[in-house]
């Protein structure tokens, strides 16, 4: 990316990925204090499949994510989790209970999501060390 009067994209980019780091990791927490139960329960109300599972399973994807996603450690592949889990919020929770006017939040983190998959962690990021010393996950999406 070129940088536009001076401005470089990169630091958006780290704007984006901190946020999303941030939002994720608020409710990855609230789904751990809530109790899994609560959160497996709520799965099992919306019927999604295998909630016993799947409220854990979310639970620590944006807990743990969402830190990761701060520091930019794995951001193309956590960018692409986040993204099929808003898609999945989305298209079978928000939009049935609310409509379109009541899914805003998800379409946002689907897009931004989306856009760290295709660019990247941007600045101040792990992602931006480890790929150049031959970090295992690097040869697969660099």
Do not use: C
């Amino acid at each position: 990316m070129r940088a536009i009067d001076g401005l470089e994209p990169g630091w958006g980019l780290t704007v984006l990925r901190i946020a999303m780091g941030l939002v994720f990791l608020v409710h990855g927490y609230a789904k751990f204090a809530a109790g899994l139960g609560k959160t497996s329960a709520f799965f099992a109300k919306i019927s999604i499949p295998l909630p016993e599972l799947m409220g854990p399973v979310i639970a620590v994807l944006e807990l743990i994510g969402g830190m990761l996603l701060v520091l930019g450690w794995a951001t193309r592949w956590l960018g692409l989790l986040f993204a099929m889990e808003m898609l999945v919020a989305m298209l079978w929770v928000q939009m049935p209970a609310k409509g379109w006017n009541g899914s805003e939040l998800e379409r946002v983190l689907l897009a931004g999501g989306i856009t760290l998959f295709f660019t990247g962690a941007g600045k101040l990021a792990i992602d931006q060390v480890w790929p150049k010393k031959g970090f295992p996950f690097s040869r697969l999406i660099w």
